[in-house]
């Protein structure tokens, strides 16, 4: 059981450069979440995914898109690369939208020069 | 105010004794609080939920819940190197169906 996969763990990207984070779950879970984690602080929300088919804004979502291609997945691009988006992300999924208990895939650490 | 507050830490405890870990939130996060533990990096794991007043036991673990005063509290008794992380403190706000995350606080258990 795989639970959340994210692809890539490690990414560099030069300003103005475009990348798509890929994020996949295995649990049926209808929620999805994309994270970003800088040093000392807690984790910050980007954009979530109630349902297949339904996106909303977090807390920081300038400078971010999202799709939710099917249930089981859901990908964050960054369209122009910019250094204040070096950080960590974290793809995240829940069972359902009024349970939120998160389960994380493994992270990419994304630097951006 | 943020949503969700935590003790800045960092946090150093001998080997046996209690850790407390202290957690505010504000009117905005009301229904669901969780603790996730985090090694360095790694990513989360949650270990603790608590949706209602009072504490709620699981092994080592008691989570605290006082919604009067708005305080969540995480206590780790008998604490072990292995605790050594950081631990996030979470609040589910139904309404607006997404978790804020304090900036959480690295605990060191020292053998």
């Known amino acids: 059981n795989a639970g959340v996969t994210q692809t890539p763990k490690f990414q560099v990207l030069k300003t103005g450069q475009s990348m798509t984070l890929q994020c996949a779950q295995d649990?049926?879970?209808?929620?999805m979440y994309w994270y970003r984690q800088d040093p000392g602080m807690g984790l910050r929300l980007i954009y979530y995914?109630?349902?297949?088919?339904?996106?909303d804004k977090g807390e920081v979502p300038n400078g971010y898109n999202v799709s939710r291609l099917n249930k089981r997945e859901f990908s964050l691009r960054l369209e122009s690369a910019a250094p204040s988006q070096t950080s960590v992300y974290f793809c995240?999924?829940?069972?359902?939208?009024?349970?939120?208990?998160?389960?994380f895939g493994s992270g990419t650490q994304l630097s951006v020069l | 105010q943020k949503e969700v507050e935590q003790n800045s830490g960092p946090l150093s405890v001998p080997e046996g004794a209690i850790a407390s870990l202290n957690c505010t939130y504000s009117d905005r996060v009301s229904q669901s609080f969780f603790w996730y533990r985090q090694y360095s990096g790694k990513s989360p794991e949650l270990i603790m939920s608590?949706?209602?007043?009072g504490d709620k036991e699981d092994g080592r673990f008691t989570a605290q819940l006082n919604k009067a005063s708005q305080y969540v509290s995480l206590l780790i008794r008998d604490s072990q190197p292995s605790d050594s992380a950081t631990y996030l403190c979470?609040?589910?706000?139904?309404?607006?169906?997404?978790?804020?995350f304090g900036d959480g606080t690295t605990l060191t258990v020292k053998p």
């Open positions: 995240a999924s829940s069972d359902t939208f009024s349970n939120e208990k998160l389960f």
């Open positions: 995914s109630a349902s297949e088919g339904t996106t």
């Open positions: 979470a609040g589910y706000n139904t309404n607006a169906g997404k978790s804020t």
């Open positions: 608590i949706y209602s007043n």
């Open positions: 649990m049926n879970h209808n929620s």
